[in-house]
């Protein structure tokens, strides 16, 4: 089955991406602009050739129709790893970004029962394997001129291993070595010499 379908109303349907940063219940807002319903997914370039050749078609086509050329990649909803690595590994997937004002519908995998945010944590989370549907558009105004698209919906496909966020996930054990008893028990680990912290220091 193909991962991508290009449907006649113009929207886009990816399956089988990564979800990346959701923000599917609530909107997020950053630098002071209203907020957005939004999410990342990631498409394997190992298995997602087909949709990553297809939507860069219809982007090309919508800028040149519009602007009659293309417009840099850092103005695109889809983007290349390689340009916006983070993470080791980022060079090996496009990274596919849509947003949009009115919540998306968020279903599970028979693509009609909605999944409440009460019982989105074992489906809808950083690392799940899902389908989305898309709208892209032209923007052209005073923040410049870019291909965006709208976030219509989400379908839970299966669980997938759990990102961390953008962060790294740290385990203790792994890092700091057990020093436990090497001060004594005095509990203040300066030889019984109580440590005087100045008044208001972290005022």
């Given at each position: 089955m193909s991962n991508v379908k290009l449907n006649e109303n113009g929207t886009i349907l990816v399956n089988?991406?990564?979800?990346?940063?959701?923000?599917?219940y609530e909107p997020y807002s950053q630098n002071g602009q209203k907020g957005k319903y939004s999410a990342k997914f990631l498409?394997?370039?190992?298995?997602?050739?087909?949709?990553?050749?297809?939507?860069?078609?219809?982007i090309e086509k919508m800028s040149v129709e519009k602007w009659k050329?293309?417009?840099?990649?850092?103005?695109?909803?889809?983007?290349?790893?390689?340009?916006?690595?983070k993470n080791e590994g980022d060079e090996n997937y496009f990274?596919?970004?849509?947003?949009e004002t009115v919540r998306p519908k968020v279903v599970d995998r028979d693509g009609r029962t909605p999944i409440p945010e009460e019982d989105a944590e074992g489906k809808i989370y950083p690392g799940a394997i899902v389908d989305v549907l898309i709208n892209p558009w032209a923007q052209d105004n005073q923040y410049g001129r870019k291909i965006n698209a709208n976030l219509l919906a989400v379908r839970f496909r299966e669980k997938g291993e759990r990102l961390a966020g953008g962060r790294v996930e740290v385990?203790?054990?792994d890092v700091f070595e057990d020093i436990s008893g090497a001060f004594g028990d005095d509990g203040d680990g300066f030889g019984g010499l109580a440590l005087q912290v100045p008044l208001g220091?972290?005022?």
């Open positions: 089988g991406v990564i979800l990346s940063y959701p923000h599917l498409l394997p370039k190992a298995t997602h050739k087909d949709a990553i050749v297809a939507i860069n078609k219809v050329q293309k417009l840099p990649p850092t103005n695109l909803f889809l983007k290349n790893g390689e340009l916006v690595a990274f596919l970004s849509a947003s385990n203790t054990a220091l972290f005022d």
